[in-house]
């Protein structure tokens, strides 16, 4: 069975500044989809990136990016300029034939 | 049109009470899911449904049963429920097939049994 491991269930970060979330997760798939998803207090859940497993390129999107590292497999968020506006509750998500969160990161900015 | 709306909003139950959940998008997706979130939880999948077809049960139990009378709308018909029930449900569609595409959330039904 997939289990997908978030070690950090709360972080902060100055605004402006940068912030890692790490992600490990387990398969014996070979192609699969990752995912982050934010989901802001009383907010929708809504998507950060998402990555495709057979891609070695790792996806951005504006000040989101990640390190994905297939082999050790492993999916960490990188947030740079953080704004007031990012802090929510992250999940990370491996996705096969269903999706599976991770127990989520709580990030804090801090003005 | 990017949005997944979900009816009610709040809903107090009690256990002897029946009632639905309702769904809808307009995305022209092909697969619906239904979560169940606890606070400080990540969401816990429920059901998917593909082309309007039950595709996925997680072992829920029966007093939930879901229904997608057509390829805009996922019902959740709720019977008999226990106050362990009490949840945020959550909606979501996505292209198909399901799990290889971003899913696009409602709001939730934050759902209380008394």
């Known amino acids: 069975a997939q289990t997908v491991t978030q070690s950090q269930p709360e972080m902060s970060v100055q605004e402006a500044e940068t912030v890692t979330l790490s992600c490990t997760y387990d398969t014996s798939e070979s192609d699969y989809y990752l995912f982050w998803y934010k989901q802001p207090p009383s907010r929708q859940m809504i998507l950060v990136i998402r990555q495709e497993a057979y891609k070695q390129q790792n996806a951005t999107e504006n000040r989101f990016s990640v390190n994905f590292q297939k082999a050790a497999k492993s999916f960490s968020l990188k947030i740079s300029d953080s704004q007031l506006g990012d802090a929510a509750m992250y999940f990370c998500?491996?996705?096969?034939?269903?999706?599976?969160f991770g127990p989520g990161t709580s990030l804090s900015v801090i003005p | 049109d990017t949005e997944v709306t979900q009816t009610p909003k709040h809903l107090v139950m009690g256990m002897t009470n029946k009632k639905s959940l309702k769904c809808e998008q307009h995305m022209g997706h092909r697969a619906m899911y239904w979560y169940k979130q606890k606070a400080k939880k990540p969401p816990e999948l429920m059901f998917v449904y593909s082309y309007e077809k039950l595709s996925i049960n997680e072992s829920v139990p029966s007093r939930f049963s879901p229904e997608c009378p057509n390829s805009s709308l996922l019902n959740l018909h709720l019977h008999a429920l226990q106050p362990e029930d009490s949840a945020l449900y959550l909606c979501?569609?996505?292209?198909?097939?399901?799990?290889?595409?971003?899913?696009?959330f409602g709001p939730g039904t934050r759902l209380t049994v008394t």
């Open positions: 979501a569609s996505s292209q198909d097939p399901p799990g290889k595409y971003e899913q696009y």
């Open positions: 998500a491996f996705s096969y034939d269903k999706v599976i």
